[in-house]
């Protein structure tokens, strides 16, 4: 069993900057693939970036490419999302997940357990 709780989204202005943070418990955390999902209102979850078991692999949307970053600390049982040049259309819940497997998991109906979500509202 794998508990997620995401931190640090917020309001922030259009170019600027946030990183959420995703804190896991359960002693086989460093065995998952772990991704960063965000539903905005009146869409469907999709996903933004992915991060296999040892961190030597990631994935990132088109639409985040090159201003999103994921990284996992596992000794900490922490997942991070660094957002760069926000843009208004990156509003959003934003979900942590995690994957019962050490790979690279893009599929949604993949991943196992989530969190509760943080907003990220960026203006314009």
């Known amino acids: 069993q794998v508990q997620l709780v995401e931190s640090g989204g917020g309001l922030v202005q259009a170019g600027g900057s946030l990183r959420l943070s995703c804190a896991a418990s359960?002693?086989?955390?460093?065995?998952?693939?772990m991704g960063w999902f965000r539903q905005a209102p009146g869409k469907e979850r999709e996903l933004v970036a992915a991060?296999?078991?040892?961190?030597?692999?990631?994935y990132s949307a088109d639409s985040v490419k090159g201003r999103f970053t994921i990284s996992r600390d596992s000794a900490k049982n922490m997942v991070y999302l660094q957002m760069n040049s926000l843009k208004p259309e990156d509003t959003a819940v934003y979900y942590c997940?995690?994957?019962?497997?050490?790979?690279?998991?893009?599929?949604?109906?993949?991943?196992?357990?989530w969190g509760q979500g943080t907003q990220v509202t960026v203006s314009s």
């Open positions: 997940a995690a994957a019962a497997v050490r790979g690279l998991v893009v599929g949604r109906r993949e991943y196992d357990y």
């Open positions: 359960g002693r086989t955390f460093s065995s998952y693939g």
């Open positions: 991060i296999n078991w040892s961190g030597t692999s990631t």
